[in-house]
Every structure is written in C-alpha cells, then in structure tokens.
C-alpha cells in the first residue's frame, strides 16, 4: 500500500468551482500513479475554512470512485497558510514501493511543495 498527497487551490468559492478543480487533482493523481480505481482503499479530503459550498467527496463519486471509502475534513486555520485550498491522502493498493509516489501539487497549491512541483 502506498500513500499519494495531492493538493490544488480553487478559484472562487462555487460548487462547480470546488468539484471541478477536485477533480483535475484526483486525475492528475490517478494518472500520474497508473492508478486504476479499484484499488483505491481511500481517499482524505481537506479544505480551508473559505470553501463553504460543496465536499470535495462528491467530486469523486462523480468520477466514479465508488468502492473507496471518502472522508472530508476543515483544514486547522494557521494564520498566513495558503487560502482556498483542498488537499488530498489517497491510499492504494499497490506494489510500487512509497518511494515511489507520485505526489500532485497544482495552482496555487506548487508553493506547499517546491521540492516536487
């Protein structure tokens, strides 16, 4: 099983805005990783306190990720953290090493982490 970290900022604060961008995150993840659905174990969502209007689980429903278990989280708010933002923990049957891990930061969200973006 390996972990993958993924995270995107959203542009305004809109369902469609919300789920849209939640889902070009999960896709980059699964696409990155040569991810097929069904062994997704599960997936952690997220958000800062200024994304009010949707769960970012719903994007992935939508895509059809339907044997993994979801869950959605507030962000704890620290003060000067970057605004707008949904961050992403998928598990994964795998037999890649962690090491190995794909990790997909986009937007806004590349400053959480220069080392790879």
């Known amino acids: 099983m390996i972990a993958i970290r993924g995270a995107i900022t959203v542009k305004s604060n809109t369902k469609d805005e919300i789920l849209k961008s939640t889902k070009v995150l999960l896709q980059g993840i699964l696409e ?26 719903v994007a992935a ?42 990790h997909v930061y986009l937007e806004k969200a590349k400053i959480l982490r220069p080392d790879i973006s």
């Not at 953290?81 to 049957?93: A, D, G, K, T």
């Open 32 to 57: 990155s990783n040569n991810i097929d659905n069904v062994d997704i174990i599960s997936i952690n969502f997220s958000g800062t306190k200024d994304l009010t209007k949707a769960y970012p689980a």
């Open 61 to 102: 429903r939508e895509m059809g990720l339907t044997e993994c278990a979801l869950c959605c989280f507030q962000e704890m708010y620290v003060e000067g953290s970057l605004e707008m933002c949904i961050r992403v923990q998928m598990y994964v049957n795998s037999k890649a090493c962690q090491k190995d891990a794909k």
